[in-house]
């Protein structure tokens, strides 16, 4: 028996690598329809080479995307074409963090932006590299690359952020020995119009990264007013100096959370946009 990860799964048939880096396409044994198992992407296995036998035990494990055993999460942010959104960076942290997965915040197309503008994004930025690890990508002069592949080394790895955010430049510069172009990458990645929608692990240096459809999709289903505020560490590292434990952060008094914000202590857009989505969730459950 030989221990190995699952990379993809197309019509039944699971390709699973091993540690030696060889392939084999098999199918999960009979059993596992009775007991409820369901093999899926990143699930570290042990096989044969005729069939599936166990499932390990999980990292985490998510519903959209369809993956197993998630490392990091690259979060990817336009700084032009399209703008720079810190409404969407928040977000995704939020949805990337209820999943329990650490992210990487990647900054692409710098080169589009003027020294002073991209100063001043730096500046706010900067308040988030005090919990997050932050990089700044220009893809076509691979500057940045080295520092975003060392964060990377060995990991399993989703992909997540704003749609144009140079996913495709991003993906090339990373391991040119790819050379895809936009739709094929989003082919190869199970994202391509004519194709089936799956999720494949694609092995970079010597880590694997997986497209993500699931963090896609800004929508807060399956969170709770109360469980948003601990998806925030700058948030979670002042609770203790409000007033009330269980603290929301929006209208109690001498709430320590709020008195950063009006201070200039917090980054202003990262409060204004938690009550944002604060308000979401509320209307989004009155509307259940």
Excluded at 48 to 72: F, G, K, Q
Excluded at 270 to 275: Q, V
């Amino acid at each position: 028996m030989k221990k190995g990860k699952i990379i993809r799964l197309i019509g039944g048939i699971y390709t699973v690598v091993d540690e030696n880096a060889n392939k084999v396409d098999i199918r999960p044994i009979g059993l596992f329809r009775y007991q409820n198992i369901s093999p899926k992407v990143g699930d570290n296995v042990l096989f044969n080479e005729d069939s599936i036998y166990e499932v390990l035990p999980r990292r985490n494990d998510l519903v959209r995307p369809t993956i197993a055993n998630v490392d990091l999460a690259i979060i990817i942010n336009s700084c032009k074409k399209p703008d720079f959104s810190f409404y969407l960076l928040d977000q995704f942290l939020a949805l990337v963090g209820s999943a329990e997965i650490d992210p990487i915040i990647v900054l692409t197309k710098i080169d589009l932006m003027s020294d002073t503008e991209l100063n001043i994004l730096k500046s706010k930025l900067h308040y988030y590299e005090q919990w997050y690890p932050v990089c700044y990508i220009d893809s076509k002069h691979h500057q940045g690359i080295e520092s975003l592949l060392s964060l990377m080394s060995g990991k399993v790895c989703v992909l997540s952020g704003q749609t144009g955010a140079g996913k495709s430049s991003l993906m090339n510069a990373i391991d040119p020995n790819l050379n895809l172009k936009t739709d094929e990458i989003s082919k190869a990645l199970g994202r391509g119009k004519h194709t089936t929608r799956h999720v494949e692990l694609i092995k970079v240096k010597d880590g694997w990264i997986a497209d993500t459809p699931g963090f896609s999709k800004l929508e807060f289903p399956e969170m709770t007013i109360q469980s948003l505020k601990d998806l925030y560490p700058d948030f979670i590292k002042l609770r203790n100096d409000c007033r009330f434990n269980g603290c929301l952060h929006v209208n109690e008094p001498d709430c320590a959370v709020k008195k950063a914000y009006l201070d200039g202590v917090m980054l202003k857009e990262r409060y204004e946009n938690y009550l944002l989505f604060h308000e979401a969730i509320k209307a989004q459950k009155r509307r259940y």
